[in-house]
């Protein structure tokens, strides 16, 4: 006898992304053992990862029946009993309504917020830009490099066109998704710290993005603009091809440890050589 199974196309594009993506978990996710109810109509599927106590990334799928088709998600759970709630309007409503929708930029919704407990939808990324240099090394191919280049400074453009400014561009915040038909689309995120006054030097120094990719000109304090946003967008084009920042090295940690401080006193000494060098 034979038994024929018939599935439609994007059933199998949806497992395809879903088992790319879950080859790039955090490490953290191996601590998260209890699986909380998402809103419905989502089904938890598993874990991605987790940043302290406050904050979880998982995969989840659409089941509702009859429902149009939608690629599996990302579900982020916040917990934002203590005050979050304004990290999380930033994280989406700033966004949502600030900027224009674009295929390089990956846009949250919020899905549920009630009891101190929110839930955030964002496109399935199959892994960071840093998980996949970590992992398989840094890009070589001239042909990639420009595909990068060209599809994240597209997503780039289309926030300045709308006069904000991203201030935290690293290659953790920038995703790849890898489509069925061989082609990857890459994409620009997290939007916790956009800025609608781009040419304002912000008095919280933590909105003036990752050190990593910090431009010249805001290590020093002098200015800030969109044109930041180039050089730490070229920055982290530069890290993903050789696999060191222009001030520092690649596994430069990301928190705020006790050199921090220290390092970007020693960077802003150095910096007219460094950028020489650079």
């Known amino acids: 006898y034979q038994h024929l199974l018939l599935v439609h196309r994007t ?15 955090a ?13 419905s109509p989502y089904r938890l599927v598993a874990p991605l990862g987790s940043e302290g106590a406050w904050k979880e990334v998982w995969v989840g799928v659409n089941t509702n029946p009859g429902s149009v088709p939608e690629m599996i998600v990302a579900l982020k759970r916040y917990k934002t009993v203590d005050g979050g709630a304004a990290a999380i309007d930033r994280d989406v409503s700033a966004i949502n309504l600030l900027a224009s929708t674009h295929p390089n930029l990956s846009t949250p919704r919020l ?6 407990e929110t839930w955030i939808l964002e496109p399935l990324w199959t892994g960071s830009l840093e998980d996949l240099t970590k ?22 453009a289309q926030l300045h066109e709308d006069d904000l400014r991203h201030t935290d561009i690293k290659p953790d915040n920038c995703g790849v998704v890898a489509r069925s038909s061989g082609r990857k689309n890459y994409v620009l995120g997290d939007f916790g710290c956009i800025s609608s006054n781009p040419n304002k030097m912000p008095t919280d120094w933590r909105l003036l993005g990752t050190l990593r990719t910090r431009a010249p000109e805001v290590i020093m304090g002098t200015s800030i603009s969109k044109k ?9 084009i530069y890290a993903l091809c050789v696999a060191r920042y222009p001030f520092m090295p690649f596994d430069a940690p990301h928190h705020n440890s006790a050199d921090r401080a220290g390092r970007e006193e020693e960077i802003k000494a150095n910096l007219t050589d460094l950028v020489r060098q650079h």
């Open 11 to 25: 059933v199998v594009q949806d497992l395809a992304s879903m088992v790319a993506r879950l080859s790039f978990p």
């Open 27 to 39: 490490e953290s996710a191996k601590g998260m053992k209890t699986v909380p109810e998402a809103p």
């Open 111 to 116: 899905l549920q917020y009630e009891e101190g």
């Open 135 to 156: 992992k398989q090394g840094p890009r070589r191919d001239i042909l990639e490099r420009f595909d990068i280049s060209h599809q994240l400074f597209a997503g780039l």
């Open 228 to 236: 930041s946003d180039v050089w730490a967008m070229a920055a982290t």
